[in-house]
């Protein structure tokens, strides 16, 4: 957990951990003049202070798209992910899969149903293990977005739907560079969608201390899967969905506050209605 640190008490600009984007200017709807910020999106390092807004979290609609009814499709990138000592975290996240997305967990996000979006359960819509090229040692958010485009252009990845959700799973010693933020330093996740509407959420390996926050690496990664999860479902554009301006989404007001469903660690997720993280 993540205790209150008062003198951060208004502290905006470090609230706004994640980078700017990298569409252009013009390319992007969200951008507002100079006041704009990137959306938060990041599961942050569970060692991070936790900047405590002075505004109370509340959640707003901005009429952008919502995941209905997520189909997730996991991609495990490189051939690490055949050695022995991997592939069973990858059986358990696929099997983590199956089970949240008809868990109460996504039963919980129906108050954020708007007119004409209701949102369901959803379904894990298959996995792979991409051998064909190499994440390497630190890979750019530029590079995983290209690499999606292209295997979905190659076949390799199932088409987009207006709910397809792609959850790229790094190898241990892989490194994610967004926009000069890395993971392990300044992010355990995110989730973002590509100019052309893919929607995707990438997962670090946890492998710094900073990532497992004192949680073993399955749970570690199921919990802040389910954090990127519930975020890209409430909000896949970011910022243009369910979003709060001074706290950021979903997951993050609630950032590493777990629970177990089932026999799963998950993150609490911030509940207007109830007013809590829930
Ligand atoms: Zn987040």
């Not at 252009?24 to 507002?32: E, G, L, M, T, V």
């Not at 109370?56 to 495990?76: C, D, I, K, W």
């Not at 909000?235 to 609630?254: K, L, Q, R």
Request: hydrophobic letters at 35%; a negative charge.
């Amino acid at each position: 957990m993540l205790p209150p640190q008062p003198n951060h008490l208004g502290s905006r600009k470090e609230r706004f951990m994640a980078p700017r984007a990298s569409r252009k200017k013009s390319q992007d709807p969200r951008h507002s003049g100079t006041e704009y910020q990137h959306p938060l999106r990041i599961v942050p390092l569970h060692t991070a202070p936790r900047i405590v807004s002075a505004t109370h979290p509340e959640l707003t609609y901005r009429n952008g798209p919502l995941l209905t009814n997520a189909e997730v499709f996991t991609l495990f990138w490189g051939s690490a992910w055949q050695a022995a000592a991997n592939s069973p975290l990858m059986t358990h996240m696929n099997d983590f899969f199956d089970f949240v997305l008809t868990s109460k967990l996504l039963d919980q996000l129906a108050e954020y149903n708007v007119p004409g979006k209701s949102i369901g359960h959803g379904k894990r819509t298959g996995t792979t293990v991409l051998t064909s090229s190499e994440p390497g040692k630190t890979v750019t958010d530029a590079a995983i977005q290209k690499m999606l485009q292209s295997e979905i252009t190659a076949g390799t990845l199932p088409g987009k739907t207006a709910n397809s959700l792609y959850f790229v799973f790094l190898p241990p010693g892989t490194q994610v560079d967004q926009g000069g933020s890395k993971s392990c330093t300044s992010f355990c996740g995110y989730h973002d969608s590509t100019a052309d509407n893919i929607f995707y959420a990438v997962m670090p390996y946890p492998g710094c201390a900073g990532c497992e926050g004192g949680l073993a690496v399955p749970d570690a990664l199921t919990s802040t899967s389910s954090h990127e999860l519930c975020e890209a479902i409430t909000d896949p554009v970011p910022g243009t969905g369910w979003y709060d301006d001074a706290n950021g989404e979903i997951g993050d007001i609630c950032a590493w506050k777990t629970k177990t469903l089932g026999s799963y660690v998950v993150q609490l997720e911030w509940s207007n209605s109830a007013d809590a993280c829930v």
